[in-house]
């Protein structure tokens, strides 16, 4: 594996799972007062937009990164939904 894409998957995986403990909170505390609905809006079209970019040019890190990230996200959004009060 050259070194580029060695960096990229090593960065997709950090920034990736950077959303695992706010989808671990959310979904033990059952408690999303915190969260925008607005970010998370942009979060989830971005991550989407990105992961449609990454399958035009067909990088590997960059959509194995999306299509996880996008998942968390989107988890985390439709908590976000669900647990506001």
Same mark, same amino acid.
């Given at each position: 594996?050259? &070194?580029?894409?060695?960096?990229?998957?090593?960065? $997709?995986?950090?920034?990736?799972?950077?959303?695992? &403990?706010?989808?671990? @909170? %959310?979904? @033990?505390? @059952?408690?999303?007062?915190?969260?925008? *609905? $607005?970010?998370?809006?942009? *979060?989830?079209?971005?991550?989407?937009?990105?992961? *449609? !970019? $990454?399958?035009? *040019?067909?990088?590997?890190?960059?959509?194995?990164?999306?299509?996880? %990230?996008?998942?968390?996200?989107?988890?985390?959004?439709?908590?976000?939904?669900? !647990?506001? @009060?």
């Amino acid at each position: 594996m050259n &070194p580029v894409t060695l960096l990229g998957l090593i960065a $997709g995986t950090l920034t990736t799972f950077a959303f695992v &403990p706010q989808v671990i @909170k %959310t979904w @033990k505390t @059952k408690s999303a007062g915190d969260l925008s *609905i $607005g970010t998370m809006s942009l *979060i989830c079209t971005g991550v989407l937009l990105w992961l *449609i !970019y $990454g399958l035009l *040019i067909g990088d590997v890190p960059v959509i194995a990164a999306n299509a996880v %990230t996008l998942v968390l996200v989107t988890a985390t959004f439709v908590m976000v939904l669900l !647990y506001r @009060k």
